[in-house]
């Protein structure tokens, strides 16, 4: 099959009201397809779902050690954080210790995702920063990369050597040659691959050994990190968190703009990654919890799964006036 099926449905009363059609794969170790919905080759841009990848050269050129980073600073290095204070001050943290500050950022200023703190950022007259910015981390990443490469301030321009580190790291993954790059929304290149290719991709760092490859240590030592702060690779009530805890077994997950998501899952050597093809998070939300539970990792009844899956959709008035739920395929 070629074609995007139903991933997930938005019910309104006894039937469908609108369906999010997608693509998905599972691979295992082996780079094979274990499952798959749509079209497996799709080229797609992963969008924020391919930071691990794009941390790989941080940690695997020694950078990371270099700089003592922690493994808190590897899941920021591979967040889309909500711009709290837990988050911004521990990139601030970060940039100083490099004897750098936020003018050193390259992805831009927008207002914390976090109401609290957007709200608490108003009343205080204080414009945000590019702390605040969702993927600062990422860049507080490639800035410490940079640094040990010893390249020049533009580090996300396609031809720096920091984005040369990037690209072979993602060729090398997904095992594809990429077909092209776009600008994301944070001005680094985003590199396209298949789908197969990012399920792929997932699945090699599920693989991966602590006693392999510099690149296998450096996976390990990413998805661990993500594991262990859940909070910081995205935040409270973000899909990624929340199911990140819920899980009945380590399970790295990351969300990716325009309905992107990936999971990892070292116990069984297990990668995703799936597209909803308008875009829409709520559909790729429940589209990921929904393989999960087919997959044994999540319970379905757990609080977290049934904000995204079988979730009540309720009115101003709180009555119950639908249900986001998984299609058919996926249930």
């Known amino acids: 099959m070629t074609q ?3 991933l997930t449905e ?4 006894p039937r469908p009201e609108s369906v999010h059609l997608g693509h ?7 780079g094979d397809i274990k499952a798959a919905w749509g079209n497996p080759s799709e080229i797609v841009l992963a969008r924020s779902s391919a930071k691990m990848i794009q941390a790989l050269p941080l ?15 590897l899941a920021l290095a591979c967040a889309s954080h909500e711009g709290t204070p837990a988050h911004a001050e521990r990139v601030r943290h970060w940039l100083a210790s490099l004897g750098l500050t936020d003018t050193n950022l390259r992805c831009g200023a927008h207002d914390p995702l976090d109401r609290a703190s957007d709200i608490a950022l108003i009343r205080a007259e204080t414009p945000p920063c590019q702390r605040h910015n969702q993927c600062s981390g990422k860049h507080a990443g490639f800035l410490t990369l940079n640094r040990h490469l010893g390249g020049v301030p533009e580090y996300v321009d396609p031809d720096h050597p920091v984005q040369h580190a990037v690209r072979d790291s993602f060729e090398a993954v997904t095992h594809e040659a990429t077909a092209f790059h776009a600008t994301d929304g944070c001005s680094a290149p985003n590199f396209a691959s298949s789908l197969h290719g990012m399920a792929r991709a997932m ?41 990140m805890r819920a899980c009945t077994e380590p399970v790295a997950l990351k969300t ?15 990668g995703v990654a799936l ?13 990921i919890a929904s393989i999960l539970v ?10 977290a799964a049934r904000r995204v899956r079988n979730a009540p959709i309720r009115n101003w008035r709180d009555i119950e006036t639908g249900m986001i739920k998984p299609a058919a395929a996926l249930a």
């Not at 087919?294 to 609080?303: E, I, S």
């Open 294 to 303: 087919r997959l044994g990792v999540l319970d379905a009844d757990h609080p």
């Open 59 to 73: 940690v695997a050129s020694g950078a990371a050690d270099a700089h003592a980073l922690t493994p808190e600073h």
């Open 10 to 13: 938005i019910w309104r009363g």
């Open 256 to 270: 990716g703009a325009e309905g992107f998501f990936v999971a990892i899952l070292p116990r069984r050597g297990l």
């Open 4 to 6: 995007a099926v139903p």
């Open 24 to 30: 998905a794969v599972i691979c295992d170790a082996s």
């Open 203 to 243: 699945a090699w760092f599920a693989a991966a050994s602590e006693t392999g490859p510099v690149s296998e240590r450096a996976a390990v030592r990413l998805w661990q990190a993500m594991v262990a702060h859940p909070d910081l690779v995205a935040g409270e009530g973000r899909a990624c968190t929340e199911l």
């Open 275 to 287: 597209k909803v093809i308008d875009g829409g998070t709520r559909g790729a939300n429940c589209a």
